[in-house]
Nanobody
Framework: QVQLVESGGGLVQAGGSLRLSCVASGRTFGSSSMGWFRQAPGKEREFVAG????????YNTDSVKGRFTISRDNAKNTVYLQMNSLKPEDTAVYYCAVSPYGSTTASSGYAYWGQGTQVTVSS
């Protein structure tokens, strides 16, 4: 069983930055791809960014490319999402997830999910 705990969310003004962290328990972290998703009220959960076990990164180009950066520290079982130049439309609950099956942008490819952390960007 893998448990994920996100932190780092909060309220920030437009143009500001936040860094989300996700700590994973369990022994599969180093061999798994990790992803960040977000879900705004009334909208479907959407892929934000992913990173393979070897560090290859994938982004939701339309929404966050150039503003968000995903990274991981396998020694700390932690994945990060650095969010810069935040916009009100980035407001959502952000979730991290583990994919034992490899890199994918589909939420169905992720087997374990955190509880989410709220990010609110004011205009």
């Amino acid at each position: 069983q893998v448990q994920l705990v996100e932190s780092g969310g909060g309220l920030v003004q437009a143009g500001g930055s936040l860094r989300l962290s996700c700590v994973a328990s369990g022994r599969t972290f180093g061999s798994s791809s990790m992803g960040w998703f977000r879900q705004a009220p009334g909208k479907e959960r959407e892929f934000v960014a992913g990173i393979t076990k070897s560090g290859v990164m994938t982004y939701n180009t339309d929404s966050v490319k150039g503003r968000f950066t995903i990274s991981r520290d396998n020694a700390k079982n932690t994945v990060y999402l650095q969010m810069n130049s935040l916009k009100p439309e980035d407001t959502a609950v952000y979730y991290c997830a583990v994919s034992p099956y490899g890199s994918t942008t589909a939420s169905s490819g992720y087997a374990y999910w955190g509880q989410g952390t709220q990010v609110t960007v004011s205009s």
